[in-house]
């Protein structure tokens, strides 16, 4: 089974710079599409970024420009570069990896366990 683990995540006063990387671990496995969710406190948890295995990279709009992801497919690794934070983008930040054992194998998607961005004003 796949498991990601997300690390970088920390306080950072509003301005500032954080990069999260997610690394995926497991055996036979392809993993396509990468991305980065965020929940923040009382709101549904949303996409921020996300990364192809080509390398095409969709954004929402309110980190455009700040925000980059981007990815290692060699080490099946992701990273988002966040700078210029605000205290909106404080929240939890979730991998998710959608994966494949095989050519013909269903497609899965998996969860990492998140990490807290906290923005301070």
């Known amino acids: 089974q796949v498991q990601l683990v997300e690390s970088g995540g920390g306080l950072v006063q509003a301005g500032g710079s954080l990069r999260l990387t997610c690394a995926a671990s497991?055996?036979?496995?392809?993993?396509?599409?990468m991305a980065w969710f965020r929940q923040a406190p009382g709101k549904q948890r949303e996409l921020v970024a996300s990364i192809t295995s080509g390398g095409s990279t969709n954004y929402t709009d309110s980190v455009k420009g700040r925000f980059t992801i981007s990815r290692d497919n060699a080490n099946n690794t992701v990273h988002l570069q966040m700078n210029s934070l605000t205290g909106e983008d404080t929240g939890v930040y979730y991998c998710?990896?959608?994966?494949?054992?095989?050519?013909?194998?269903?497609?899965?998607?998996?969860w990492g366990q998140g990490t807290q961005v906290t923005v301070s004003s």
């Open positions: 998710n990896a959608e994966y494949r054992y095989s050519v013909r194998s269903p497609t899965y998607r998996k």
């Open positions: 497991g055996s036979r496995f392809t993993i396509s599409a």
